[in-house]
């Protein structure tokens, strides 16, 4: 009640102020610039890999990867939360970090060779963290555009690793090598088909990662 007594109201017409934004207007950039002040991201850290071919989710989630900021054991442990099982649950030998999980454990290797023979780029590339990952994509010689198609095919390999770790955590259920790559193609497929950039591209060709006269 009181502060409804010490309410002092203003004339003109009544409109929404956001608080955290220096002239009170919302905007997505700003509620993100928050979100990085509150993780502790500074400008220098800010996500240099966003891409709009794929959904935001994606981006927002490699990015926090980058940053050992999922919810793998090994953070949760650190951060005080009981965790019944420390080690990582498909390979049973290390311990859960973020690099081990989407890069070095056996079957995430696994993967990536899988993808890497499907982009046709050389098998002797093997990553330690998803960071090391994205830079190895950048510095490719190639056209931008391949690179940029190349760097969400990356993205989407993480994404699909954490998401067959958390089926196989919360639901019990273990996705094959074969069924986690088939769903990169065909998420990549949808994404990049229904954001513009690649609408000629047709299935037989994208499973052969045949668009060299497709990118430009
Ligand atoms: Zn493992």
């Known amino acids: 009640m009181s502060y409804v007594t010490s309410a002092k109201f203003k004339v003109g ?9 220096d002239r009170g207007e919302f905007s997505v950039e700003n509620v993100r610039k928050q979100i990085n002040k509150q993780d502790g991201v500074g400008i220098e850290e800010e996500w240099k890999h966003w891409k709009h071919w794929v959904p935001p989710k994606i981006n927002y989630f490699t990015w926090r990867t980058t940053l050992d900021k999922i919810p793998v054991k090994q953070e949760l442990i ?8 420390p080690l990582c649950s498909r390979c049973e030998v290390r311990e859960e ?19 890497l023979v499907w982009l046709k780029l050389p098998l002797s590339n093997e990553f330690r963290s998803c960071n090391e990952a994205l830079e190895f994509v ?3 010689t190639g056209s931008e555009e391949w690179k940029k198609v190349l760097n969400v095919v990356f993205q989407t390999t993480m994404w699909n690793i954490w998401k067959s770790r958390n089926e196989k955590e919360f639901d019990g259920y273990t996705h094959t090598e074969n069924n986690i790559v088939e769903a990169i193609m065909s998420d990549n497929f949808i994404w990049l088909k229904s954001r513009l950039k690649l609408q000629d591209i047709v ?9 060299r006269d497709i990118v430009r």
């Open 97 to 115: 970090s973020a690099g081990h999980l989407i890069c070095e454990c056996t079957m995430s290797k696994s993967i990536w060779r899988y993808v």
């Open 138 to 140: 950048k510095g490719l």
């Open 203 to 211: 299935w037989e060709r994208w499973v052969d990662f045949n668009i």
């Open 78 to 85: 650190r951060r005080g939360i009981p965790v019944s099982y």
């Open 13 to 21: 017409e009544d409109r929404w102020v956001w608080n955290a934004a």
